[in-house]
């Protein structure tokens, strides 16, 4: 029996463990690839809608999809807890909790970047308590959010990785393949990059490629349409820059 055969019979294994949660195309003929394929994959670009009402949400609630958390914004109250607090079922390094439509976008992103893209994704880090935030907080380190100015704190907040731990809460997972779809395709699911590069005189943090932040599907189309990269120019809020 050839060793060299053992490969070839374990992969499909593998691949159908990941691919069963995946729904098949049935009309789509697999077996005779056409140049008008990819056209299904390439995500329409929403034009802005000059009607969107930017008070139809609260920015100051802190159950609110939209709240704008920044050093100048803390949670009222700083303490906030989410009701609503799950267990997203993705790949993780730590247990990943989000409120329940954040984890359901989640899901439904992650499924959308192994389908389209055939990339495996992972939470680094997801809900953080205002306590465990006091644990990691300290002055020096301009990374870390103070107490109650977390985003993590609101439950929509995840620091998404490759499944490969490639780059990892690094400035190079801007340069993966899975850093580049989720900057190309996670409006679609509602999440904005909320530390964009270069702006970290309005946001106050560096370039974070990986934490993305859920807003709904509804403003990060209109954020996308408008080419505004951050909730504070969206809403027109003072910059909120390190101190
Ligand atoms: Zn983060």
């Given at each position: 029996m050839p060793r060299r055969l053992l490969p070839i019979v374990v992969l499909p294994l593998l691949l159908a463990g990941c691919a069963a949660a995946e729904p098949v195309a049935a009309?789509?003929?697999?077996?005779?690839?056409?140049?008008?394929?990819?056209?299904?994959?390439?995500?329409?670009?929403?034009?802005?809608?000059?009607?969107?009402?930017?008070?139809?949400?609260?920015?100051d609630d802190p159950a609110s999809v939209w709240v704008v958390v920044n050093r100048s914004r803390p949670l009222n109250p700083q303490d906030w807890v989410p009701g609503d607090l799950v267990g997203v079922p993705v790949a993780h390094t730590w247990d990943p909790l989000l409120r329940q439509e954040g984890a359901d976008a989640i899901v439904a992103l992650f499924a959308a970047a192994r389908a389209e893209a055939g990339l495996a994704l992972a939470s680094n880090s997801a809900y953080r308590s205002y306590t465990s935030q006091v644990g990691l907080y300290h002055p020096s380190n301009p990374l870390i959010a103070p107490p109650g100015t977390s985003e993590h704190q609101t439950g929509l907040a995840m620091d998404i990785?490759?499944?490969?731990?490639?780059?990892?809460?690094?400035?190079?997972?801007?340069?993966?393949?899975?850093?580049?779809w989720l900057a190309g395709n996670a409006w679609r699911f509602g999440f904005v990059l909320r530390f964009p590069d270069g702006l970290e005189g309005i946001t106050g943090y560096p370039f974070e490629p990986w934490h993305y932040r859920y807003v709904g599907t509804e403003l990060a189309a209109e954020m996308h349409a408008t080419g505004t990269r951050t909730l504070e120019e969206f809403f027109g809020l003072p910059p909120a820059p390190a101190p």
């Open positions: 009309s789509s003929p697999s077996a005779s690839p056409s140049p008008t394929a990819t056209e299904a994959t390439v995500p329409p670009t929403p034009t802005p809608t000059p009607t969107f009402d930017r008070n139809a949400r609260s920015i990785g490759a499944e490969s731990g490639e780059c990892s809460l690094s400035a190079c997972f801007a340069n993966t393949a899975e850093g580049q």
